[in-house]
């Protein structure tokens, strides 16, 4: 066989993820107060789009100019029929591009570092008609907008700039990022490596201990940032669970340091901050909670489910100021630049349209799976993952999880976060089934609640009785969830019921 140069043409596909559709996957994962401010800041950088009357309305009043059958910004139909499953897979496909350039989306904002992620540049507070935020004060900034006003600079590139936007859209009101990192990654279609770049810079803001993946991370940064991260220090911070447990004979042997030395590393840490988003107005600890959703039993025992139109503004183009501004485009570059704001406007208002679908349809499961909890209780909940509701409603598992990501849902049991309904399952004592973990909180809350100063119940007492309630735990298991509630041991429980008891 002969070797040489020559020409072939193949053809294959290709996932990409276009602004649009990241824009669309990121909407996801906000709460209804923060939909809120993002529509405020469309409603800022298109003059097309107006709010409509409620987030439940109908389309525009029927005298309204309609909208003209123009190629340039109408997308075509192959592409709304499958809005619905690109958002799902977070990705779009190669070939079911918008008729407009993406790259030329958004370049009229000033938020040039957070354009690429539908300007996500902060939440400031919003300005709906019931909205239950109790904010400090007008100036309060939120952690969101601190950090996006840092990237640019931190940044080397646009587009290590844009990642670290995303990043910093992932954090929760205490500023750790709560995805895994590779999740992120996929996400974006780009190597681990260079999101692992992207959180360093995020890392490297202020304050410091942002972007931590846990608690032991944020002190080590906030360590590092105070150039106390020796090794004695290290040690100390990789073992919290002993110092929280009161091992302190232990951690000086680990930490290598004696007393006065300990002393020393106690106080150093005590001054770090655990929760560095909380001090921000935008994610504050002083607000209130607005549910996302709500949920009313029905006369035929069935569930009526909602979404919060009082936080939930609705989006409308202004059809008519749209064919005023085209008749008095001057020139070819005018009425392009047109084209491009009611294609923008169009794909946000179908995001915004998919995003409430999606929410209702993965909280119509959880209600569903959960339907004991929400009649009889706690006792009631059972063991959920994300992957059994993804697989019952046909959704990717990233989907999910983003849906119920900083959202809450009101029922007539209280204000949940849609997270609290996953729970792990262990099993249950006469080996049918499983039963949720936080069943079995609740029932070690309730046990150690009503314990006399003098017959206080050791973690074998706990198991059998949990045992005599159909709840089939190891000791060690007992002793976890106990001290994920935050419970001491029956030594401190006993010292603590006698200190109550001379009070």
């Known amino acids: 066989m002969a070797l040489g140069p ?36 469309a409603l800022a950088a298109n003059p097309l789009l107006e709010l409509g009357e409620s987030a439940g309305g109908e389309t525009p009043a029927p005298d309204a100019p309609p909208e003209p059958a123009q190629p340039e910004y109408v997308a075509p139909a192959r592409e709304e029929a499958a809005v619905d499953q690109m958002i799902d897979e977070g990705l779009a496909a190669a070939d079911q591009p918008l008729d407009i350039d993406p790259a030329a989306l958004d370049t009229d904002r000033d938020t040039g570092d957070g354009a690429l992620f ?26 969101a907008a601190h950090l996006a006003a840092q990237v640019g600079a931190a940044a080397q590139d646009e587009r290590s700039a844009a990642i670290a936007m995303y990043l910093v859209g992932l954090l929760d009101e205490a500023g750790y990022l709560t995805v895994p990192l590779r999740d992120a990654a ?18 490297s803001l202020d304050p410091t201990g942002v972007g931590a993946r846990d608690l032991a991370e944020c002190l080590a940064l ?14 100390l911070i990789d073992n919290l669970d002993l110092l929280a447990k009161g091992g302190i004979k232990q951690l000086k042997r680990i930490c290598e340091v004696d007393d006065e030395d ?59 100021y749209y064919l005023e501004l085209r008749k008095g485009c001057p020139d070819k570059a005018a009425r392009a630049w047109l084209s491009e704001k009611l294609a923008d406007a169009n794909w946000l208002i179908k995001a915004l349209d998919q995003r409430q679908k999606t929410i209702l349809k993965v909280t119509a499961e959880i209600v569903r799976q959960q339907d004991g909890f929400f009649r009889r209780g706690v006792l009631e909940l059972k063991p959920l993952t994300l992957k059994a509701v993804a697989e019952a409603i046909d959704m990717h598992e990233s989907t999910v999880s983003r849906v119920t990501a900083n959202k809450y849902l009101h029922c007539a049991r209280g204000t949940f976060e849609l997270k609290y309904f996953f729970s792990s399952g262990v099993a249950a004592a006469d080996g049918a089934g499983a039963v949720s973990a936080e069943a079995v909180k609740a029932q070690i809350k309730a046990l150690t609640d009503a314990e006399e ?26 002793a976890k969830y106990r001290e994920a509630m935050g419970i001491g041991s029956s030594v401190q429980r006993r010292r603590q019921k006698a200190l109550e008891a001379v009070r």
């Open 118 to 143: 539908g300007g996500d540049s902060g939440f400031p507070a919003g300005s709906g008609e019931a909205s239950a935020i109790d904010m400090p004060g007008d100036a309060a900034e939120s952690l």
């Open 6 to 41: 020559r020409l072939d043409l193949r053809q294959s596909q290709q996932l990409v993820m276009t602004p649009q559709l990241q824009q669309a996957i990121k909407l996801l994962a906000l709460s209804n107060l923060e939909i809120e401010t993002f529509i405020g800041e």
């Open 222 to 235: 906030q360590a590092r940032e105070a150039d106390r991260y020796d090794p004695c220090m290290a040690r």
């Open 186 to 203: 996929h996400d974006l279609a780009i190597p681990l490596d260079e999101a692992e770049a992207a959180l360093a810079l995020v890392q």
């Open 453 to 478: 100063p003098g017959a206080i119940l050791s973690d074998d007492a706990l198991v059998d009785l949990l045992r005599a309630r159909g709840f089939d735990l190891a000791r060690r298991t007992v």
């Open 262 to 320: 300990f002393a020393d590393m106690l106080a150093e840490l005590r001054g770090y901050d655990p929760k560095p988003g909380l001090r921000f107005g935008g994610n504050g600890g002083n607000r209130a909670v607005v549910p996302d959703i709500l949920l009313r039993p029905r006369a035929d025992g069935g569930w009526d489910i909602a979404l919060n139109q009082a936080s939930l503004p609705r989006l409308v183009i202004n059809r008519s």
